[in-house]
């Protein structure tokens, strides 16, 4: 009898049977006694080896892997981790909130040390699919780039950047400099995505300015950034500055508007979240915010080895990403 067997007899979901076995005070009395009982009685393992006995391996979960961006993360991490004694299992799976809590249960009950879970893509545009996805999480868990105060699991932790803040001090001085047509393209909705679009309302509510909804816009490949650029012009509505999710969207943004014969940075400023090498190999270069992925990982290391191991970590860790100033700005 496996876990999955113990849940079905019990009624239960199988998180509630993982927590029974890690003796998470949160169960029932009444629950905690059936889900016992079921286990004693089929010689399932015991809850004193359960926290002994894992695999010495760390789960990593997030959306795909098809970005440069994360797969150089995840070489990075997978690294750091094999270093410290731990292998590293890659689960992607798309948006659908059922397939990432199967997903999320299938690990939990494998016995695996750790979960990190990439916060901006995996988690979603909905605070309430993210807080019923997270409060299932039973072992020693980080979420990067994700955090929710009403989530009341101590199995968390999070390793956060400053990206909303940074932000909305950028399109702050931008108003102020009269520079009031904000244009942000993405790829795909995520909770990072969430995080630069609170930025940036909270800068236009600084202003007392309303957002203009037709400077906001989702790119689902790049085809679409030439059209809609073109249905902004045709519109008359020429941004100001153009604010791109990914260093592959201002570089082909960037590339539609010189065609256009608009001179970047005096016509149009361009800056992307995320520094590769893209920024440097395209003309002008792309002036970028360094998101620090690898402290970002490093950080994650150390709180989750300290949480497997039982040491007092940060609930919170704050990671300050940069501004690198190249020719698409002023």
């Known amino acids: ?22 003796n998470d005070k949160k169960v029932s009395k009444s629950t905690r006694d059936r889900v016992q009982k079921i286990i004693e009685d089929n010689n399932f393992i015991k809850k004193s080896d359960y926290s002994r006995h894992t ?13 440069g961006d994360m797969a150089d993360k995840i070489t990075y991490l997978s690294d750091s981790l094999y270093k410290s004694g731990y292998k590293t299992a890659i689960a992607c799976c798309n ?24 916060g901006h893509d995996f988690l979603t545009y909905s605070i309430e699919e993210n ?9 020693p868990s980080v979420i990067i780039n994700g955090y929710f105060d009403n989530v009341d699991n101590v199995n968390l932790c999070y390793v956060n950047n400053n990206i909303s803040s940074f932000i909305e001090n950028i399109a702050k001085e931008y108003i102020r400099k009269e520079k009031k047509k904000i244009l942000f393209l993405f790829e795909r909705m995520s909770f990072g995505v969430k995080n630069i679009l609170t930025g940036l309302h909270n800068a236009y509510d ?36 153009v604010l791109c999710k990914s260093e592959k969207l201002a570089a082909y943004a960037s590339i539609i508007l010189q065609k256009k014969n608009y001179k970047i940075p005096e016509d ?7 520094d590769s090498e893209i920024c440097s190999l395209v003309k002008p270069q792309l002036t970028s915010v ?22 007092t970590v940060p609930v919170i860790s704050i990671i300050n990403v940069e501004l690198l100033k190249r020719e698409s700005t002023l």
Do not use: H, W
């Open 268 to 274: 149009i400023e361009i800056l992307c979240v995320g």
């Open 131 to 139: 807080i019923n996805l997270l409060k299932e999480i039973t072992i």
């Open 1 to 22: 009898m496996n876990i999955y067997d113990i849940a079905d007899k019990a009624g239960v979901s199988i998180a509630t049977v993982s927590r029974v076995i890690n």
């Open 290 to 311: 360094d998101i620090k992925s690898k402290e970002i990982c490093d950080t994650v290391i150390n709180v989750l080895i300290g949480k497997i191991n039982k040491k």
């Open 95 to 118: 948006q659908d909130e059922t397939a990432k809590k199967n997903m999320l249960e299938r690990y939990l009950s494998e016995n695996f040390s750790g979960i990190i879970i990439d």
């Open 55 to 67: 695999n010495n391996t760390i789960v990593y979960m997030c959306s795909g892997t098809d970005s």
């Open 206 to 241: 600084f202003a007392g300015m309303d957002a203009d909804p037709d400077f906001t816009q989702l790119c689902r490949d790049m085809s679409y950034v030439e059209k809609y650029i073109n249905t902004l012009i045709d519109k008359e509505k020429i941004p100001d500055v």
